[in-house]
């Protein structure tokens, strides 16, 4: 793996859970697989999933590609605001192989042509272009941008596809993602919940 993957620098198993589902996917749905990461950082699932999904389906990644937008948080000292600072010093992984050109550069030396990069701020319209979705993995912390981008996927992911969201298990981890993802997704009767303890911080649910 060239692009780095944060949940397996972090060692909390919830990378694991990720590409469990994603080969899942794989194996249900067999080939026009169309997946996103939205929060995709350094990129390293876009490549992991794009190498797994070869020949079978393209798979998307949405950030900003500059750094985490902590300007979209309630209150700018809340953990959900300051979370990626650490990772972002030199002396661990930086802010270089953030940038769009740097990952897409990977990607095309790699031969992933099934890997899209989308940057920007992810909104409720970003996954418009898409027809439909298999897999989805949100991993954005602020709890404005994972409420942006449930609306985002929630209509286009097909039956019998998967939903994964990431730091809204642990309700002292980040509470105000957490508190809308008890709102927001686990109420929601169009998804059934398949499991939140194989990881550290990751729920994942299925499409009814």
Not at 65 to 88: R, S, T, V
Request: charged letters at 30%.
């Amino acid at each position: 793996m060239k692009l780095i993957n944060l949940n397996k620098a972090s060692n909390n198993k919830d990378d694991f859970v990720v590409m469990k589902y994603a080969m899942k996917a794989l194996e249900k749905f067999k080939d026009d697989l169309i997946g996103v990461e939205l929060g995709s950082c350094y990129g390293g699932n876009v490549e992991e999933i794009a190498t797994a999904w070869k020949g079978h389906g393209k798979f998307y990644g949405y950030d900003t590609f500059e750094g985490h937008p902590k300007q979209l948080a309630d209150n700018p000292k809340d953990f959900e605001a300051i979370c990626m600072d650490y990772w972002y010093k030199e002396d661990v992984f930086g802010r270089e192989h953030l940038a769009y050109d740097y990952q897409r550069g990977v990607l095309d030396e790699l031969g992933l042509d099934n890997a899209f990069l989308v940057k920007g701020l992810v909104n409720e319209h970003s996954c418009d272009q898409l027809e439909h979705i298999n897999f989805a993995f949100l991993d954005m912390d602020l709890h404005v941008s994972m409420a942006n981008g449930f609306k985002a996927v929630k209509d286009k992911i097909v039956k019998g596809g998967y939903l994964l969201l990431h730091d809204v298990v642990d309700k002292d981890h980040i509470p105000l993602t957490h508190q809308w993802y008890l709102d927001n997704v686990k109420t929601d009767p169009n998804y059934k919940m398949l499991s939140d303890n194989e990881g550290h911080f990751i729920a994942v649910y299925e499409k009814l």
